[in-house]
């Protein structure tokens, strides 16, 4: 489910510290609540996100359930100033998910009606057959907030993941819903090799592997 947003302007008001490129830094649990309000913010019209809810805080409480697991895997990464976060997972560790138990249950059963619990739990049954099968590094999900976007901090974002999968001589693997997003990812590398169809008059779905890069002289 991985997204980058369309670019937005900013207002030349915008405080002195945003404007400094910034660096990725490892995602540890003091900055959990920064990479919710930074992804919740980034996927607010993602088609995936918005097939399974339309309410406003669907995308942070999406993500408030998943981040937890994402933040030991030592393959997420936040921006220094919050501006963006990237959930990911290394070679070998089985794709983290949420804790789907009672709790989680009534939570979207109350707060977002049977609809987005159905499709929710669906989804994660659906997903959980894509990623390849050799060993491969998995962006679960990438963004920057909408008034920071079109900096190239997205791809700022990304190379830690992909630098250390270049290394290891391993490829990177995501899922897209958002076809917007697909020029940015093949300018990293990427390729397309499945496009399906999300059940339930899901959104259409695109999922991405980009082979590793040998170093440059």
Same mark, same amino acid.
């Given at each position: 489910?991985?997204?980058?947003? &369309? ?22 649990? /003091? ?5 919710? $309000?930074?992804?919740?913010? /980034? ?18 409480? /999406? ?11 030592? &393959? ?8 963006? /976060? ?41 997903? !959980?057959?894509?990623?390849?099968? $050799? ?13 920071? $976007? ?16 270049? !290394? ?42 980009? !082979?590793? $890069?040998?170093?440059?002289?």
């Amino acid at each position: 489910m991985s997204s980058i947003a &369309a670019a937005s302007s900013t207002t030349a008001r915008e405080p002195a510290p945003w404007r400094a490129a910034p660096e990725p830094v490892l995602l540890t649990p /003091a900055r959990r609540a920064e990479a919710v $309000q930074a992804l919740g913010a /980034a996927f607010a019209q993602d088609p995936l996100i918005l097939w399974m809810s339309r309410a406003a805080d669907y995308p942070y409480t /999406a993500f408030e359930q998943v981040v937890g697991p994402y933040l030991h895997t030592g &393959a997420s990464w936040i921006l220094n100033n919050g501006a963006g /976060a990237l959930l990911g997972a290394p070679p070998g560790m089985p794709k983290p998910k949420a804790d789907i138990g009672p709790s989680l249950v009534w939570l979207l059963l109350r707060r977002y009606g049977p609809r987005t619990l159905v499709r929710g739990l669906w989804y994660e049954l659906y997903s !959980a057959t894509f990623p390849p099968k $050799q060993r491969h590094y998995y962006v679960y999900a990438i963004g920057v907030k909408p008034a920071f $976007q079109g900096r190239g901090w997205g791809a700022r974002l990304m190379q830690p993941i992909l630098g250390l999968a270049d !290394a290891e001589g391993v490829p990177v693997y995501l899922e897209s819903a958002n076809e917007r997003n697909l020029t940015f990812y093949q300018r990293l590398g990427f390729r397309i090799i499945r496009e399906t169809r999300v059940p339930l008059r899901g959104p259409r779905l695109w999922l991405m592997l980009r !082979a590793p $890069q040998p170093a440059t002289a």
